[in-house]
């Protein structure tokens, strides 16, 4: 089946650096959330970073307003059902997710492949709640979505080889570069990163240094671009404790507890730059 019309389901962060470069890269685009604002403040930035892309002459002001106009803006799912492939983008927590998917197994055509860009639940528990279970794959973007080449294609227990061949393929049409990973509780990115940057805020906690310190020292030490604080800021400390909670349940080993640090401060509603207010302020 060709796939020219995508749905994305979810307008934050992530989904609408999806819709972006899905609909950059020539497909329609259904670009689905809960509440109109949250599509409003998703095709804004949508709108910002084309034109931050035309301003450095990555782009025409023609191919623009072009990818603008591939994106649709829906509240209701149901119109997901004309999509060729749905990419799920939405809250990092698995009984939404299972229910998301129960509803698009139930909307979508049986041959449609459904994806999650979830950075650490399972794909194979996704695949198990639908009844197209070798059509379900992980297909994990990074942040900033527009910039950053890598794509984990997270095979499931039951995904299929063309599921996996078909998703590929689409990745590299995106100008992205897709690396095959087999499902385990945080995949390959977030299994080794997350325990790096739980293990610095430990290292604040316990009064070592200072985050800003620790943050010096993979800079300078480790030729990291960002600190691992500042960039658990830049992710938001709420999705990091999401994802050490399931690397904890998941994997079962004590190395994987959240720093107790990381749980208060979610706790007070610092969860970083979104926030306003992480381990630096905003």
């Not at 393929?169 to 945080?186: I, M, R, W």
Request: net charge neutral; proline share 4%; with cysteine.
């Amino acid at each position: 089946m060709e796939i020219k019309s995508v749905g994305v389901v979810g307008a934050g962060t992530m989904g609408n650096g999806i819709a972006h470069v899905f609909a950059k890269g020539g497909f329609r685009v259904l670009l689905c959330d809960v509440e109109q604002r949250f599509l409003d403040r998703g095709l804004e930035t949508i709108g910002k970073n084309l034109e931050r892309e035309v301003a450095k002459q990555k782009i025409t002001a023609e191919e623009r307003a072009a990818a603008l106009g591939r994106i649709e803006a829906v509240l209701e799912r149901k119109a997901l059902a004309a999509c060729d492939f749905v990419v799920e983008a939405a809250t990092e927590k698995l009984e939404i997710k299972t229910a998301l998917f129960r509803e698009l197994d139930a909307l979508c055509r049986p041959e449609v492949i459904l994806s999650s860009n979830t950075s650490s639940i399972s794909i194979t528990k996704l695949a198990a709640c639908t009844q197209r279970p070798q059509q379900v794959i992980g297909m994990h973007f990074f942040n900033p979505v527009p910039m950053m080449k890598l794509v984990e294609v997270i095979r499931a227990l039951q995904t299929s080889d063309a599921t996996y061949q078909t998703v590929k393929s689409l990745a590299e049409k995106l100008g992205k570069t897709p690396v095959e990973v087999h499902d385990s509780p945080g995949f390959v990115s977030n299994r080794v990163l997350m325990p790096l940057l739980n293990e610095a805020m430990y290292a604040v906690m316990e009064g070592v240094a200072t985050a800003e310190a620790v943050d010096e020292v993979f800079k300078l030490g480790m030729a990291h671009p960002m600190g691992p604080l500042t960039l658990a800021d830049f992710i938001g400390l709420d999705v990091c404790l999401d994802i050490m909670r399931v690397l904890h349940s998941g994997l079962g080993d004590p190395k994987y507890r959240p720093c107790p640090l990381l749980i208060q401060m979610v706790d007070a509603g610092w969860l970083g730059r979104k926030s306003g207010r992480g381990f630096y302020q905003y």
